[in-house]
């Protein structure tokens, strides 16, 4: 009985300094793995681009993606010179709305949050701006066309109303705010911190998170506090579609593809079943549209763009000597200066390309219309009227009311007013009816 007390004994204190050493080794290790499963992360995307409706979801799909996958916070680098006021309205109520705070960098230095980057900057649950940058200018353009003083006023007091609220939300400079709306000031990234525009001054995204940790935000009505300071940046970029549509918003491409598509809806109609014209023409067309309704188009350009197409059209089917030909240059040339505002910084044509668009389709047409002369200048090749000038053999004589000659692989009935004799050349004159009038060949050289 003693020994079995003994044996119990010794084994129990086995146990018990197992336990130990698993609690003392094995738990922290264990501890620490998870830990480092865990580590805080934030999201980081780009914007350099105007604020349409391909960046505002980009930017939504991001805020939803750092919320579904339990980011510590979302940071979105901003340079923009503005955009739509549709976008910009549906990105701030994605800031308001989400799970994880929204820090807005405008960044890097020479960058700017001007018009529509004013107002999300301001909605973030952190501002901050890189040196050298600067923040402002958000009074309202249209899109198509100076509006009324009524409507401009209506316009402005809409979104001093929506950037006060914002700012005050925010607890910000609601002052500095309606004045950047109404008198469209702008301040550097010092001043605007001063200002109590933003809340701090960054040099890169690393210093960023490490003067952002600590901060207090409100998230849904919770208060939160930021922990970002050894935080983990992983960088997200638009997805091919997006890139695809970024690529044609830019007006440049969109009035490429314009182009191509009046071209090419052009040649469908010229020679209907070509297929490939249309349908190149056609995708073109739809996606310019696409472009045109997240650019400041004025259509009157448009318009002219389009008669100046009309124009080079009918130098093709009318003689004008040019004259069609010279208003369609003109007329494409006006229109492309015309088809975008110049109120908007972000929505500019290159003059070179105009001018090499506008010369190339002059070109293009006037070589159609080149050719188009020299096919009715030149000699028909076929039916009787290919057979003038052509040159055969007499199979019997020819008299001046009848005889046979074999012209073209064909026998034909002929006449000549000088009688030619049976195997000598003769030149086809004209054709009368089923009967050629001919002459001797030698009489032509003479």
């Known amino acids: 009985m003693v020994m079995k007390k003994v044996i119990k004994k010794r084994l129990y204190g086995k146990i018990g300094k197992a336990i130990f050493i698993f609690s003392a080794l094995i738990l922290p290790l264990l501890y ?91 909605a973030a649950h952190v501002a901050a701006m890189a040196p050298g940058t600067n923040i402002g200018a958000a009074h309202p353009v249209t899109l198509h066309g100076d509006m009324s003083p009524t409507m401009a006023e209506k316009a402005t007091n809409d979104l001093v109303a929506f950037i006060k609220s914002i700012a005050a939300t925010r607890g910000r400079n609601e002052k500095w705010a309606e004045d950047a709306v109404r008198k469209s000031v702008s301040v550097t990234d010092k001043e605007a911190l001063s200002l109590n525009v933003v809340d701090l001054i960054a040099d890169n995204v690393q210093d960023l998170l490490k003067k952002a940790d600590g901060r207090k935000v409100t998230i849904n009505g919770k208060e939160l506090q930021l922990h970002t ?67 400041p188009v004025n259509y009157a350009g448009l318009l002219l763009i389009i008669l100046a197409i009309i ?53 293009f047409f006037l070589t159609i219309v080149g050719m188009a002369y020299r096919a009715w200048k030149r000699k028909p090749v076929t039916g009787v009227e290919g057979l003038a000038a052509m040159v055969g053999k007499a199979r019997t004589d020819i008299t001046s009311t009848d005889g046979t000659v074999f012209v073209h692989g064909e026998l034909w009935r002929a006449q000549s007013e000088v009688p030619i004799e049976k ?4 030149v086809v004159i004209s054709v009368d009816g089923l009967k050629l009038n001919v002459k001797a060949k030698s009489a032509e050289k003479t």
């Open 311 to 363: 124009l080079f059209i009918l130098e093709i089917k009318i003689v004008s000597h040019g004259a069609l030909a010279l208003g369609g240059i003109i007329s494409m040339i006006m229109g492309s200066l015309m088809l975008f505002e110049k109120t908007s910084p972000y929505a500019k044509l290159s003059i070179q390309l105009i001018v090499l668009a506008a010369l190339t389709t002059a070109a």
């Open 32 to 122: 620490q793995e998870s830990s480092f499963g865990q580590e805080n992360r934030v999201l980081s995307i780009k914007i350099a681009s105007p604020i349409n409706p391909v960046s505002a979801e980009f930017i939504l799909n991001s805020i939803k993606q750092a919320g579904e996958e339990k980011y510590e916070a979302i940071v979105i680098e901003l340079d923009t010179p503005g955009g739509l006021v549709d976008s910009m309205r549906n990105i701030v109520k994605g800031i308001n709305q989400s799970n994880v705070p929204v820090i807005v960098y405008v960044s890097p230095s020479g960058a700017r949050a001007a018009s529509a980057g004013t107002f999300i900057t301001m």
């Open 229 to 295: 300071k050894d935080a983990r940046a992983t960088e997200s970029e638009m997805g091919a579609r997006l890139k695809v549509l970024s690529v044609i918003s830019d007006p440049n491409v969109a009035y490429i593809l314009m182009l191509i598509g009046l071209f090419g809806i052009f040649f469908e109609i010229s020679n209907p079943g070509s297929l490939f014209p249309g349908i190149i023409g056609g995708v073109s067309l739809i996606l310019s549209f696409y472009a045109m309704n997240t650019l």
């Open 423 to 426: 195997g000598k050349e003769v």
